[in-house]
């Protein structure tokens, strides 16, 4: 008998201790994960029945804040400026959660953060809330400019300070307006939901960091790097041979060709002025798979960029073990094709590398959060993402850079009285269409802007290019940044 009760007691205290871990696991653990999930309505009710702070730009634009309802939810969450900053912003919905800055940034918003909970004894002793507000790096100006240099067609642009990695404007189009997502009606809500979730353009899609494409001649960027930081290729040697197409090995009689059918060599300034196919296509080859899969990860490419946004997706270059029985994958991802794909935001971060001799820094969105009554309690702290190249490449490669404005396919980009660095990209994707591309930094010798912009699936790909098409909207971000006319 004695036996059967102490077996009873061990199980009995064996019960005990899973039930008190499961419980530790859900109140400490798993609290953040639980608290912060968009799918947690609980939360949401006590998140929407409090105080909530506002966004706002870097030049004092309100672009997320609450007013007092006379609901059961008692507030409302407003965005005053509607699609412009959406993807930044996100939504804060009863019904769908929260995205966006109101997602990362939930906690100082409601005044959780460990910096705002007990500020002062007397907000503990009077039962006072303290929420905090975020200021944002982005000014309204610059993404206005953005907004609507790119109008109507699919697409992104991001502009990042290479120096700090602040993102400056992130816009996409199509965007959606977050206001419906907010109203306590959920018929309203629900309806506002259907048709974007419905719509083929992807509108709840922020194209900027979330999705990725074929980088295109952009990419080149990073082969040039690859070959400079190896030290097989300088900007006298190789001269590569001019040619119209590169015959591809192991590919039984595969060619690459340049675009347009275009004749082109020579040593590197002058091949990446024009962005010639086939020279790059083959210094991707004599460079091997090992070193430009090196080359890639070195610029952050199968790396999730440590934006404060949600969901950044992680741009992504084949292991070198996938070119091994296939050289003709190799010189077609040297060229940004294949299987290579990238986030607007990777390749504004690649160039940003290069404008910050060699060095990456973490993107980010937030610039300070105050406290309801003006203090700051935190100031983003720039921090280094990756090494990409040495300074002396990084120097190397803007000069190059800043000849493909003066003379080569990027002179749509050039400004009066600034010196402008940039490439230009047009990613075949079929059907006689491309996305076209441009990064573009400047003034080149002391970066303070760059800019990436993809223009999705441009008809007619003998025009469409990214000199073309997206170097007019890299122009109209830096001339509103530097003040050039």
């Known amino acids: 008998m004695n036996r059967q009760i102490r077996l009873l007691g061990i199980a009995g205290l064996i019960l005990f201790i899973l039930l008190f871990a499961w419980l530790t696991n859900i109140q400490v653990v798993s609290a953040k994960r639980l608290n912060d999930n968009p799918l947690n309505t609980r939360q949401a009710v006590k998140d929407f029945s409090q105080p909530r702070g506002a966004i706002q730009t870097a ?39 929260s995205e966006g800055v109101e997602r990362t940034y939930n906690k100082e918003l409601t005044g959780n953060a460990n910096k705002l909970k007990l500020n002062s004894i007397g907000d503990l002793l009077l039962d006072k809330k303290r929420t905090a507000n975020v200021t944002l790096t982005l000014t309204q100006k610059l993404q206005q400019v953005a907004t609507q240099a790119l109008g109507s067609r699919k697409g992104a642009v991001v502009a990042l300070d290479p120096r700090t990695g602040a993102v400056l404007a992130m816009a996409d189009y199509p965007s959606f307006d977050p206001n419906p997502l907010s109203a306590h009606d959920q018929q309203t809500v629900h309806a506002a939901w259907n048709q974007l979730v419905a719509d083929t353009n992807k509108p709840l899609l922020p194209r900027a960091y979330r999705e990725r494409y074929f980088p295109g001649s952009t990419f080149k960027i990073v082969t040039a790097s690859t070959g400079l930081a190896d030290g097989s290729v300088t900007t006298t040697q190789p001269v590569y041979p001019s040619l119209t197409e590169l015959p591809l090995p192991q590919s039984g009689g595969q060619v690459l060709k340049n675009f347009g059918g275009e004749r082109c060599g020579g040593p590197l300034p002058q091949i990446i002025a024009v962005s010639c196919n086939t020279a790059f296509a083959q210094m991707g080859l004599d460079l091997g798979a090992q070193k430009m899969s090196a080359g890639a990860l070195a610029f952050g490419f199968n790396s999730v960029p440590p934006l404060d946004l949600p969901a950044a997706a992680q741009s992504l270059f084949p292991p070198a073990s996938a ?33 910050n001799k060699g060095v990456a820094m973490g993107p980010h969105v937030m610039a300070e959060v105050r406290d309801s009554e003006g203090q700051v309690i935190e100031t983003f702290k720039p921090q280094p993402w990756k090494t990409a190249i040495t300074p002396e490449v990084a120097s190397t490669m803007t000069d190059m850079m800043v000849g493909v404005v003066q003379h080569g396919t990027a002179t749509g980009v050039a400004l009066p009285n ?7 990209g047009t990613a075949q994707t079929g059907n006689n269409t491309s996305h076209t591309w441009m990064v573009a930094f400047a003034p080149s010798q002391a970066p303070s802007i760059v800019v990436a912009v993809i223009v999705e699936n441009q008809p007619n790909v003998s025009e469409a290019t990214g000199g073309v098409v997206a170097a007019p909207i890299a122009k109209a971000v830096l001339q509103a940044a530097l003040g050039s006319s």
């Open 323 to 355: 070119f091994r029985f296939n050289a003709p994958a190799l010189a077609k991802s040297a060229i940004g094709q294949q299987d290579v794909q990238a986030s607007p935001l990777q390749m504004a971060l690649a160039g940003a590398a290069i404008a």
């Open 59 to 97: 030049d004092g634009v309100v672009v997320a804040d609450s007013v007092d309802t006379n609901d059961q939810l008692q507030r409302l969450r407003q965005y005053p400026t509607g699609p412009l900053f959406a993807h930044i912003t996100g939504y804060f919905s009863f019904t769908f959660g």
């Open 418 to 424: 600034v010196q402008v660095a940039a490439k230009t």
